[in-house]
């Protein structure tokens, strides 16, 4: 038996889930408010310049899981990209310095004027830097004092954070942190996952890929509304889980961005993403979007300074905020959606936490499968495939 379906949300979320009802022979709609598909990974070829522009923030594909890698490379041609992200900051002695991110032991000699082997190094940073009365880290500042020490977090972290969450790091919980890792060689690539790469013609040709199926009809500049959903056998909302109830309880907190964009003729940094350690730097960083599609060749660039705030009404959400007010209030919000009939929670937003690309693909397909298994099994539908507390 076939089944009429609404993704609300053309994002990977809603384009993966589609995709696979779609091949399963169901008849599906994808509607976004906004006028393209994508979603945050949207990319769009800039009209004056012809650079690919990451226009929600860079987004660079990184994973482990093969099936999810074989997967993105079915839809679109993923050209090799290594993340070396450099930082702009003072050393201890004030002077101002660009250094390697994540920290390595370039970033270690560089800063500290030291020329350490790889075990001098740890044996350094352990024994000369850390703080090792905190045993067991709770905080981000925490975290930090205890495997880098004051002089890096102050440098690297501190100010950063302070910007990009509008917090002091001891409110912040020490998992943020532990994304980022800490290298005693020369090894400088920000993630060190198997598979790492670019759309060769950017994210949304890839979802554009996705969505290119007899069975997917997408309508763009569409707002989902409740009453939309009454004329579909199942809807799977990937948009903001407090929207969906019209934020009846409240607003669950985002950090919201603002780019500013500047062009440049030639090149303006040398580097796709330039950090800004300094709390007194407005922005935490610039990206140089040509440098993200290292194959191309443009003379002229395009530059965005990045600036993070908390989200009013209206604003586009970017990162959940996730402390114990918005965990309270999530809570409220689950109970609320496990009460609603017809409905299906995905993605970073009806979830309500930070996904990363591989993650978002890697849950799609399951929730899809789990689905089409329970359709089979006449069972019925959980408001969540994965739990978002
Ligand atoms: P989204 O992409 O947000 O899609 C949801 C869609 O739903 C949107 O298009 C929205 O317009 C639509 N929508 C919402 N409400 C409604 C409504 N009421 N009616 C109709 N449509 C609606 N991941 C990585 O792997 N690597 C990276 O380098 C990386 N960088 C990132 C940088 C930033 C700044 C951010 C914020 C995220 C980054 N990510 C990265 C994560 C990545 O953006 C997400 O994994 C991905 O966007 C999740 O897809 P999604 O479909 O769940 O959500
Ligand atoms: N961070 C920092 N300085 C940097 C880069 C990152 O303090 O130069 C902190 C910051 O709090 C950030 C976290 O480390 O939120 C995780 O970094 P990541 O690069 O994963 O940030 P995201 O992709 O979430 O922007």
């Known amino acids: 038996m076939t089944g009429k379906y609404l993704m609300v949300g053309a994002g990977l979320s809603g384009a993966v889930i589609g995709r ?70 003072r050393d201890p002695g004030g002077a101002h310095g660009v250094f390697s991110l994540p920290i390595n032991l ?10 350490l082997r790889p075990d001098e190094a740890r044996a350094f940073i352990t024994e ?11 905080t981000f500042e925490e975290q930090a004092m205890r495997f880098v020490g004051k002089d890096l977090y102050e440098a690297f972290f501190k100010g950063y954070t302070i910007k990009q969450w509008g917090m002091h790091p001891s409110e912040l919980p020490a998992s943020i942190l532990k994304r980022l890792p800490v290298r005693f060689n020369y090894d400088d690539n920000y993630f060190f996952h198997k598979f790492q790469g670019m ?60 780019f500013e964009r500047f062009d440049y003729s030639g090149d303006y940094q040398g580097c796709a993403v330039m950090n800004y350690g300094e709390e007194e730097v407005p922005y935490t960083r610039i990206t140089e979007h040509k440098h993200f599609s290292p194959w191309e060749e443009h003379e002229e660039s395009v530059c965005y300074r990045e600036f993070s705030r908390a989200a009013d009404a209206g604003d586009i959400p970017y990162y959940p905020i996730r402390q114990v ?65």
């Open 20 to 89: 696979h009802l779609a091949e399963a022979g169901h008849a599906v709609t994808v509607v976004d408010s906004r006028d393209h598909i994508g979603g945050n990974c949207h990319t769009a070829r800039d009209e004056k310049t012809g650079v690919m522009l990451h226009v929600y923030g860079p987004h660079i594909f990184h994973t482990d899981d093969t099936e999810v890698w074989d997967y993105v490379n079915r839809f679109e041609e993923f050209l090799p990209y290594k993340n070396r992200v450099k930082t702009t900051s």
């Open 106 to 115: 370039h970033t270690i000699n560089q800063f500290f004027g030291k020329t």
């Open 128 to 138: 000369e830097q850390a703080d090792t009365s905190i045993e067991d880290p709770q």
């Open 199 to 258: 759309p060769k013609n950017g994210y949304s040709s890839m979802i554009d890929s996705i969505l290119d199926h007899p069975g997917i009809t997408v309508q763009l500049s569409t707002r989902f509304t409740r009453a939309m959903g009454e004329e579909y056998d199942h809807v799977f909302y990937s948009g903001p889980l407090d929207g969906y109830f019209d934020f009846e309880l409240g607003r669950l907190g985002y950090r919201t961005l603002d």
């Open 325 to 389: 007010k918005e965990k309270e209030l999530l809570s409220a919000y689950v109970t609320l959606a496990e009460n609603a009939a017809g409905v299906t929670f995905v993605g970073r937003l009806g979830t309500y936490r930070y996904l990363d690309m591989d993650v978002t693909i890697r849950e799609a397909l399951d929730t899809a499968r789990g689905f089409v298994s329970k359709l089979a099994n006449g069972e019925d539908m959980p408001a969540f495939f994965v739990a978002p507390l």
